[in-house]
């Protein structure tokens, strides 16, 4: 018999009690309050009036989580009964083993709708820590999807204290995982614990033992809790960046020895060094960290972190008296250029200004220190500060094997840095599905249009700049792109040998452009320079030169294109971009760097898109960005070089991300075999690279048996009436879609090779909408279905593009073929198959009836010189109008604070206040149906929003 959820949960608790967590039983908010003074009082060796509380009370339930999280270690300034000031403490971060700890579990909180809440960890009172469970056997994403259907419907109910949760922990037993408080993440985003050897924690126990231990629970939440300035979230450390910190500290603490980290690309080493350097800046020991990044690194999102952590720490100009200035004043953290730092050092002119600093302690933390300029720079530190102590990070240290042919000798990361202090390897990164794995595809063989192959030579230049080659490249890219990026979901990067070859390949996809042949966005940016040769031999990607030459010489002829260039992305954005100087090039740079990350963002338009960067060398080390997911690459790559190049596509994001995509047009295959050996091991190709077509062609077909099982034909979903059934249908389904997901990247990918066709696969969609739709409308008074915790990952089915205003085109189109003739037997046909592609695209179920409207009344009605869209959006705005009227009447509201609701919500995302819907009604409800009220209110003004204004696409809204 397997164990069931309340003997898990029991379990824990007699646990976390053995650990010293104190246990308590509490049922409710009234309890959660009560406790909250009790131990608060405790912490404090304070009493508190009830008149005290309840403004302590008030302070604490105000902002988001976010802003919560600033409260929560911040003291309160508290004016008592006497008039004296007393500072609150609610949680003590320096000490962090000296709070009060309690257990306990099944908190009942009444919001939208009534939850209870599995195993909550309170410190002083307020609950730190919520812990959700789900049976032996089911899987942990249901614990996921409970925790965010609290955080939607109670979590904010009596005083929000249940917004103060810092970490979230889920398990099923068997796997346990943990993650930050933070609504904007995915699945993906959550992780497992590990021991310093990277061996996984995944048994709940063993989790307790090493992760909820009161210490250590608190010393994450009080040091490696990061409050992300620029998204206002909380990010917590992965185990293998704790370890990397903790190491550091120790080494600092202990030992002048340098030392470094092998953490691999895609890791968060940023993240990790910036934790680093913000606990070495709190040692009295330590005179100033100064964070050393490349100049190319020093974008607007790095600047802007250090500097809400450290105000005017970062510095951003080229003027290297600056930093001296920095170096010699108060600033505990400097973040600075390698390059400039250089200067400080090496220029008698500042010698005077730094020699105060010779014999002081300073921490340099060296972010990307496999650079090939960093051996030079090595060696005027340690000859300028003999009392510095260094620690660089890598994802691809350099060792003996890829040293060959550095201008500094063969000197290794460990030359230089000493010993490796944490190792955490692309294997490792892998297996905890922290970064994902890669689909390489070679096409050295390219067939010309009377079907003979181009065979590749070795060596050859000409061979491999020859225009015919490179437009035959270009067709492939074109045919395939939609294919590789999910239909431009993601947007791709294509580095090739040098800047002579990229502009024949930029002119080539211009050209093709002209003639109609793509509408693809490429975007592009080169230094202007003389031409060479890949330079190959060691690995190395060649750092990204921002100085822009203005004497005549041979590289005026790509100045000149580049120029061009920049004006074809002018015109495209909408900028004023130049490569007049290096100042203006730089510029140019980062705003190529802030549209490429910008698309990760929520709120990013499809306008601001680019669909490939094409570049020599510059975005191919250290650049992060989740909505990349593939690099075509025509170049000679190798070791380091290679791994880093292939890093930029494998960021986790969601389901719909399932793999970097790799596409070379070289047989790099022995160096890409080399690389993985080196950095990772021998064995590691399974590991790192996801299975051939044929393996996942054959799992569809597996789940298609599993699904016919189930259901035999889509009609029989119908039939399947209890909802453990439709679960296993949604499972089964589900895991077709992830299959399907994966082989549609391949190139040779076809329907028929599956054993469902396309049509009955969009039946089975269908159903499976249907079931999707029954779970999102369930009534205050039904109790909760298990189809409710399933992920349905819309994301795997929905095209984005097929939005409004898709559909609008599409009604634009048959408009202008038909002159509406809507007897016509053609136009019934086209009108069917737009009503079915509404009726299948999950996004647009929710105003099927108002589409459908517009079709069967205004369209046959439309003037020949009447614009669609302008009649249209006359009628959407009218329905909109007419369905915030009814809102209005059936629950006797003012319309105007209604119409304001739903532009604050619009604005900020956040639901409105009780206050504010009861003082939108023309009679108050009675007390006791206040709560009724405002959560039929709120449920009804965001259904508007989410019909009226959600998957519209770029159709200008009227007002």
Same mark, same amino acid.
């Given at each position: 018999?397997?164990? %069931?959820?309340?003997?898990? =949960?029991?379990?824990?608790?007699?646990?976390?009690?053995? @650990?010293?967590?104190?246990?308590?039983?509490?049922?409710?908010?009234?309890?959660?309050?009560?406790?909250?003074?009790?131990?608060?009082?405790?912490?404090?060796?304070?009493? @508190?009036?009830?008149?005290?509380?309840?403004?302590?009370?008030?302070?604490?339930?105000?902002?988001?989580?976010?802003?919560?999280?600033?409260? @929560?270690?911040?003291?309160?300034?508290?004016?008592?009964?006497?008039?004296?000031?007393?500072?609150?403490?609610?949680?003590?971060?320096?000490?962090?083993?000296?709070?009060?700890?309690?257990?306990?579990?099944?908190?009942?909180?009444?919001?939208?709708?009534?939850?209870?809440?599995?195993?909550?960890?309170?410190?002083?009172?307020?609950?730190?820590?919520?812990?959700?469970?789900?049976?032996?056997?089911?899987?942990?994403?249901?614990?996921?999807?409970?925790?965010?259907?609290?955080?939607?419907?109670?979590?904010?109910?009596?005083?929000?204290?249940?917004?103060?949760?810092?970490?979230? $922990?889920?398990?099923?037993?068997?796997?346990?995982?943990?993650?930050?408080?933070?609504?904007?993440?995915?699945?993906?985003?959550?992780?497992?614990?590990?021991?310093?050897?990277?061996?996984?924690?995944?048994?709940?126990?063993?989790?307790?033992? %090493?992760?909820?231990?009161?210490?250590?629970?608190?010393?994450?939440? !009080?040091?490696?809790?990061?409050?992300?300035?620029?998204?206002?979230?909380?990010?917590?450390?992965?185990?293998?960046?704790?370890?990397?910190? *903790?190491?550091?500290?120790?080494?600092?603490?202990?030992?002048?020895?340098?030392?470094?980290?092998?953490?691999?690309?895609?890791?968060?080493?940023?993240?990790?060094?910036?934790?680093?350097?913000?606990?070495? +800046?709190?040692?009295?020991?330590?005179?100033?960290?100064?964070?050393?990044?490349?100049?190319?690194?020093?974008?607007?999102?790095?600047?802007?972190?250090?500097?809400?952590?450290?105000?005017?720490?970062?510095?951003? +100009?080229?003027?290297?008296?600056?930093?001296?200035?920095?170096?010699?004043?108060?600033?505990?953290?400097?973040?600075?250029?390698?390059?400039?730092?250089?200067?400080?050092?090496?220029?008698?002119?500042?010698?005077?200004?730094?020699?105060?600093?010779?014999?002081?302690?300073?921490?340099?933390?060296?972010?990307?220190?496999?650079?090939?300029?960093?051996?030079?720079?090595?060696?005027?530190? $340690?000859? /300028?500060?003999?009392?510095?102590?260094?620690?660089?990070?890598?994802? +691809?240290?350099? /060792?003996?094997?890829?040293?060959?042919?550095?201008?500094?000798?063969?000197?290794?990361?460990?030359?230089?840095?000493?010993?490796?202090?944490?190792?955490?390897?692309?294997?490792?990164?892998?297996?905890?599905?922290?970064?994902?794995?890669?689909? $390489?595809?070679?096409?050295?063989?390219?067939?010309?249009?009377?079907?003979?192959?181009?065979?590749?030579?070795?060596?050859?230049?000409?061979?491999?700049?020859?225009?015919?080659?490179?437009?035959?490249?270009?067709?492939?890219?074109?045919?395939?792109?939609?294919?590789?990026?999910?239909?431009?979901?993601?947007?791709?990067?294509? !580095?090739?040998?040098?800047?002579?070859?990229?502009?024949?390949?930029?002119?080539?996809?211009?050209?093709?452009?002209?003639?109609?042949?793509?509408?693809?966005?490429?975007?592009?940016?080169?230094?202007?320079?003389?031409? =060479?040769?890949?330079?190959?031999?060691?690995?190395?990607?060649?750092?990204?030169?921002?100085?822009?030459? +203005?004497?005549?010489?041979?590289?005026?002829?790509?100045?000149?294109?580049?120029?061009?260039?920049?004006?074809?992305?002018?015109?495209?954005?909408?900028?004023?971009?130049?490569?007049?100087?290096?100042?203006?090039?730089?510029?140019?740079?980062?705003?190529?760097?802030?549209?490429?990350?910008?698309?990760?963002?929520?709120?990013?338009?499809?306008?601001?898109?680019?669909?490939?960067?094409?570049?020599?060398?510059?975005?191919?080390?250290?650049?992060?960005?989740?909505?990349?997911?593939?690099?075509?690459?025509?170049?000679?790559?190798?070791?380091?070089?290679?791994?880093?190049?292939?890093?930029?596509?494998?960021?986790?994001?969601?389901?719909?991300?399932?793999?970097?995509?790799?596409?070379?047009?070289?047989?790099?295959?022995?160096?890409?075999?080399?690389?993985?050996?080196?950095?990772?091991?021998?064995?590691?190709?399974?590991?790192?690279?996801? *299975?051939?077509? *044929?393996?996942?062609?054959?799992?569809?077909?597996?789940?298609?048996?599993?699904?016919?099982?189930?259901?035999?034909?889509?009609?029989?979903?119908?039939?399947?009436?209890?909802?453990? #059934?439709?679960?296993?249908?949604?499972?089964?389904?589900?895991?077709?879609?992830?299959?399907?997901?994966?082989?549609?990247? &391949?190139?040779?990918?076809? /329907?028929?090779?599956?054993?469902?066709?396309?049509?009955?696969?969009?039946?089975?969609?269908?159903?499976?909408?249907?079931?999707? #739709?029954?779970?999102?409308?369930?009534?205050? #008074?039904?109790?909760?279905?298990?189809? =409710?915790?399933?992920?349905?990952?819309?994301?795997?089915?929905?095209?984005? =593009?097929?939005?409004?205003?898709?559909?609008?085109?599409?009604?634009?189109?048959?408009?202008? *073929?038909?002159?509406?003739?809507?007897?016509?037997?053609?136009?019934?046909?086209?009108?069917?198959?737009?009503?079915?592609?509404?009726?299948?695209?999950?996004?647009?179920?929710?105003?099927?009836?108002?589409?459908?409207?517009?079709?069967?009344?205004?369209?046959?009605?439309?003037?020949?010189?009447?614009?669609?869209?302008? $009649? &249209?959006?006359?009628?959407?705005?009218?329905?909109?109008?007419?369905?915030?009227?009814?809102?209005?009447?059936?629950?006797?509201?003012?319309?105007?604070?209604?119409?304001?609701?739903?532009?604050?919500?619009?604005?900020?995302?956040?639901?409105?206040?009780?206050?504010?819907?009861?003082?939108? !009604?023309?009679?108050?409800?009675?007390?006791?149906?206040?709560?009724?009220?405002?959560?039929?209110?709120?449920?009804?003004?965001?259904?508007?929003?989410?019909?009226?204004?959600?998957?519209?696409?770029?159709?200008?809204?009227? #007002?």
């Amino acid at each position: 018999m397997t164990q %069931s959820e309340a003997e898990l =949960e029991q379990q824990l608790i007699d646990r976390l009690t053995g @650990l010293g967590y104190e246990p308590v039983t509490l049922r409710n908010a009234e309890d959660l309050k009560a406790n909250l003074k009790t131990q608060l009082e405790k912490h404090n060796h304070i009493k @508190l009036s009830d008149t005290e509380f309840k403004s302590v009370l008030n302070h604490l339930d105000k902002g988001n989580v976010f802003d919560r999280a600033k409260r @929560l270690r911040d003291k309160m300034e508290l004016r008592r009964d006497d008039g004296n000031t007393f500072y609150l403490e609610f949680l003590n971060t320096e000490h962090w083993c000296q709070n009060q700890y309690q257990v306990t579990n099944q908190i009942t909180q009444q919001g939208k709708y009534k939850n209870r809440y599995d195993v909550t960890l309170l410190i002083n009172g307020l609950p730190l820590v919520q812990i959700e469970l789900k049976r032996r056997g089911l899987e942990l994403k249901e614990a996921f999807n409970q925790i965010n259907r609290y955080q939607r419907h109670s979590y904010g109910a009596d005083n929000g204290l249940f917004q103060y949760i810092q970490i979230f $922990v889920i398990s099923n037993g068997v796997n346990t995982r943990y993650y930050a408080n933070n609504r904007k993440q995915e699945f993906k985003q959550t992780f497992y614990w590990a021991d310093q050897e990277n061996n996984l924690i995944t048994q709940l126990e063993d989790f307790a033992d %090493s992760f909820l231990e009161k210490c250590h629970v608190s010393k994450m939440i !009080c040091k490696y809790i990061v409050l992300h300035e620029s998204d206002k979230v909380l990010m917590v450390l992965r185990p293998y960046q704790y370890y990397a910190v *903790e190491a550091i500290i120790e080494r600092v603490k202990n030992t002048d020895k340098n030392g470094y980290i092998w953490h691999t690309t895609g890791s968060g080493k940023t993240l990790t060094s910036f934790k680093a350097a913000q606990i070495l +800046t709190q040692f009295p020991k330590v005179h100033k960290v100064l964070f050393v990044v490349d100049r190319a690194d020093l974008d607007y999102q790095t600047s802007k972190e250090f500097n809400y952590f450290s105000p005017n720490c970062v510095d951003t +100009t080229d003027n290297t008296k600056q930093l001296v200035e920095q170096m010699a004043g108060d600033n505990p953290l400097i973040v600075t250029t390698i390059q400039k730092l250089n200067r400080a050092i090496k220029s008698q002119r500042h010698e005077a200004a730094m020699e105060s600093l010779k014999d002081k302690r300073i921490v340099f933390i060296f972010d990307e220190c496999h650079r090939s300029q960093f051996g030079e720079t090595h060696k005027n530190i $340690v000859k /300028f500060f003999p009392q510095a102590q260094m620690f660089g990070f890598t994802g +691809t240290p350099i /060792f003996a094997d890829n040293a060959a042919g550095n201008q500094h000798g063969k000197r290794t990361t460990k030359d230089l840095f000493q010993e490796c202090l944490h190792k955490y390897v692309i294997t490792n990164a892998i297996a905890d599905e922290n970064v994902l794995k890669f689909s $390489v595809e070679y096409w050295g063989k390219l067939k010309r249009k009377d079907g003979t192959l181009i065979t590749e030579p070795k060596l050859d230049r000409d061979f491999f700049e020859n225009p015919d080659r490179i437009s035959l490249i270009v067709d492939w890219i074109i045919a395939n792109h939609n294919r590789k990026t999910h239909g431009r979901k993601f947007s791709a990067m294509l !580095c090739v040998s040098n800047v002579d070859t990229l502009i024949t390949y930029y002119e080539t996809f211009k050209n093709k452009q002209k003639q109609g042949l793509h509408d693809l966005r490429v975007i592009t940016i080169f230094t202007p320079s003389d031409n =060479e040769e890949d330079e190959d031999a060691n690995g190395l990607i060649g750092e990204p030169d921002f100085n822009i030459s +203005t004497d005549k010489s041979s590289s005026s002829h790509s100045r000149d294109k580049l120029n061009e260039f920049i004006a074809d992305y002018n015109q495209m954005y909408q900028t004023q971009h130049s490569a007049k100087d290096s100042q203006a090039f730089y510029a140019y740079y980062k705003d190529i760097s802030k549209r490429m990350k910008d698309r990760d963002r929520e709120n990013f338009q499809d306008a601001e898109r680019a669909d490939i960067l094409l570049v020599v060398n510059m975005f191919l080390t250290g650049f992060d960005v989740k909505k990349l997911n593939t690099l075509y690459v025509d170049k000679n790559l190798k070791y380091h070089g290679l791994i880093q190049a292939y890093s930029r596509t494998n960021r986790i994001l969601s389901e719909l991300k399932s793999q970097g995509n790799i596409v070379c047009f070289r047989n790099l295959k022995e160096n890409t075999d080399r690389a993985v050996a080196l950095f990772s091991d021998p064995n590691a190709n399974e590991q790192i690279f996801i *299975e051939p077509y *044929e393996y996942y062609i054959e799992e569809f077909n597996k789940g298609v048996q599993e699904l016919r099982a189930i259901a035999t034909i889509p009609n029989d979903v119908n039939k399947l009436i209890s909802e453990d #059934d439709q679960v296993e249908f949604v499972k089964a389904f589900r895991n077709l879609i992830r299959s399907l997901n994966v082989s549609k990247s &391949f190139t040779q990918f076809s /329907f028929s090779d599956l054993n469902l066709d396309e049509q009955t696969f969009e039946d089975y969609k269908s159903k499976y909408l249907d079931i999707y #739709d029954r779970t999102r409308n369930r009534r205050d #008074d039904e109790p909760e279905s298990p189809v =409710e915790e399933v992920d349905f990952e819309l994301e795997l089915i929905q095209r984005d =593009e097929i939005n409004v205003s898709y559909i609008l085109k599409l009604l634009a189109n048959l408009q202008r *073929e038909q002159q509406v003739d809507v007897a016509s037997e053609e136009y019934q046909t086209q009108k069917a198959t737009i009503l079915e592609i509404i009726s299948q695209e999950a996004q647009l179920r929710n105003k099927r009836d108002l589409l459908e409207k517009f079709i069967e009344e205004r369209l046959p009605t439309l003037e020949p010189e009447e614009e669609i869209e302008t $009649v &249209f959006q006359k009628f959407w705005s009218q329905e909109r109008i007419a369905t915030i009227q009814h809102l209005c009447q059936e629950e006797n509201l003012k319309i105007d604070i209604v119409q304001q609701m739903i532009a604050d919500y619009k604005f900020s995302g956040k639901e409105p206040l009780r206050e504010t819907v009861l003082s939108a !009604c023309n009679e108050k409800p009675k007390l006791l149906d206040r709560k009724k009220v405002f959560d039929r209110v709120v449920s009804k003004l965001l259904d508007i929003v989410n019909k009226f204004d959600d998957a519209i696409g770029e159709m200008e809204e009227e #007002d």
